[in-house]
Structures are given as structure tokens and as C-alpha cells.
């Protein structure tokens, strides 16, 4: 079983800025794809951002330009640079990793954004 963990979280006021990272309990090269989802309660969890081994990115609309995720193999660790941060952004970040076609998750890292 991979174990995910996230850290980074906190209480930012609007237009501050975060950095997320995601560490995991296996082998951080044996990740053959990354991503950042979030979810606010009462909905459903929605992917922010993503990359692939190869290095293509993807990012919902709604971050485009603000977040940037990233991967340190020598470190072991996945990162989600955060950017602008708006009010709307306010939700528990997850991060989810994908190897040998097994997923897996992170437990989770709040992110308030809150003047």
C-alpha cells in the first residue's frame, strides 16, 4: 500500500500565495502520473492539476495561470505551487498518484483563503 501525504495547508489571505507538497511512501520514480484535486464539502472533488511522466501538464480553467504543479524525483516529493489564491480556492487539496495502474490518495491539506 503507497501512502500519500500532504503538507502546505494553511489560512492565506486573497491574492497570497501557497506551496503545496505531496511526499509518498514508495518510490517517488516508480509514479508514472501526478495530480491535485480539491474538494469543498457538499461537492464533488475536482482535478486542479496534473502531469504525466513525460512531463505534459493539464490544469482546470479555473487555475490557469495561477497553480503549478511539479515533481522532485531526486526528493521525493510532488509539488503544487499556488498563486493569486481567491476566496473560491478555499478547499481541502488532495494528491493522487497513479502507479502500475493502481490510484492512490493523500489524506488531504486545507487551504483557507480568508482576508
Known amino acids: 500500500q503507497v501512502r500519500l501525504v500532504e503538507s502546505g495547508g494553511g489560512l492565506v489571505r486573497p491574492g497570497g500565495s501557497l506551496n503545496l507538497t505531496c511526499t509518498a511512501s514508495?518510490?517517488?520514480?516508480?509514479?508514472?502520473?501526478l495530480a491535485w484535486y480539491r474538494q469543498v464539502p457538499g461537492e464533488e472533488r475536482e482535478m486542479v492539476a496534473g502531469?504525466?511522466?513525460?512531463?505534459?501538464?493539464t490544469y482546470a480553467d479555473s487555475v490557469k495561470g495561477r497553480f503549478r504543479i511539479s515533481r522532485d524525483d531526486a526528493k521525493g516529493a510532488a509539488y503544487l505551487q499556488i498563486a493569486s489564491l481567491k476566496p473560491e480556492d478555499t478547499a481541502v487539496y488532495y494528491c493522487?498518484?497513479?502507479?502500475?495502474?493502481?490510484?492512490?490518495w493523500g489524506q488531504g491539506t486545507q487551504v483557507t483563503v480568508s482576508s
Open positions: 493522487n498518484a497513479y502507479i502500475a495502474n493502481m490510484e492512490y
Open positions: 514508495e518510490r517517488f520514480s516508480s509514479i508514472d502520473a
Open positions: 502531469l504525466l511522466r513525460g512531463g505534459s501538464t
